[in-house]
């Protein structure tokens, strides 16, 4: 079983719509959640960050943790066409230093926004 | 410039050069990471270097070599290489190494091995 689960898509939705994007997961040592978009030839960029289970909500986005579902997902309301990129997600444990202290991924999703 | 530099954008190396990638952040962060992005698969950490001390190498083949020489740069030596090698390699940094930080990315360098 892979550490993190994410559909790649493409998942394609039109211009205003809510759209909705998850993960699952298996390791319940994982604390840090977050999410990163990832335009066509550009690296990974933070949109996200929640730690244990809740919401956060920035703009039009809504990032929720489900830690007793290990489960994770992300909001997008009033999508629009420049929204369209690969959205990944990640997670972490509480790094002491030792290990692996990077991030594990999900394969990323691919979204759509059709005008 | 600003945040994560990464250069060359875009490398087309035989299998028998020797080339390298460089890496840089001007964020003030101590921590640097390496992660290998290849096509229907989630990024691949690699190296993880802390106050310029590799702290992490992920099991990664010996033809991969990082070097950090302070906390702004790091590089990445290449030799040898297999065309299963080709990716993007993307360059990561923290204010610290641990889950609690998060990483900005750089824009990647596109490796193809021929």
């Known amino acids: 079983q892979k550490e993190v689960e994410q559909d790649p898509g493409p998942l394609s939705v039109p211009e205003g719509a809510i759209v909705s994007l998850n993960c699952t997961y298996s390791n319940s040592a994982f604390q840090y959640f977050m999410w990163y978009r990832q335009y066509s030839r550009k690296g990974p960029e933070l949109l996200m960050y929640?730690?244990?289970?809740g919401n956060k909500e920035d703009g039009r986005f809504t990032a929720q943790v489900d830690k007793s579902s290990k489960y994770i997902s992300l909001f997008i309301r009033d999508s629009q066409p420049s929204d369209s990129a690969t959205y990944l997600c990640?997670?972490?444990?509480?790094?002491?230093?030792?290990?692996?202290?990077?991030?594990?991924f999900g394969k990323g999703t691919h979204l759509i926004i059709q005008p | 410039e600003t945040g994560v530099t990464q250069t060359p954008r875009h490398l087309v190396m035989g299998m028998t050069n020797k080339k390298s990638l460089k890496c840089e952040q001007h964020?003030?962060?101590?921590?640097m990471y390496w992660y290998k992005q290849s096509a229907k698969k989630p990024l691949e950490l690699m190296f993880v270097?802390?106050?310029?001390?590799?702290?992490e190498n992920n099991s990664v083949p010996s033809r991969f070599s990082p070097e950090c020489p302070n906390s702004s740069h790091l590089f990445l030596h290449l030799h040898t290489l297999q065309p299963e090698d080709s990716a993007l390699y993307l360059c990561a940094s923290s204010p610290a190494v641990g889950g609690v930080y998060e990483q900005y990315f750089g824009p990647g360098t596109r490796l193809t091995v021929t």
């Open positions: 270097y802390n106050f310029k001390e590799q702290t």
């Open positions: 990640a997670m972490s444990a509480l790094g002491s230093g030792g290990g692996a202290d990077g991030l594990t």
């Open positions: 929640t730690y244990s289970s």
């Open positions: 964020l003030g962060h101590n921590a």
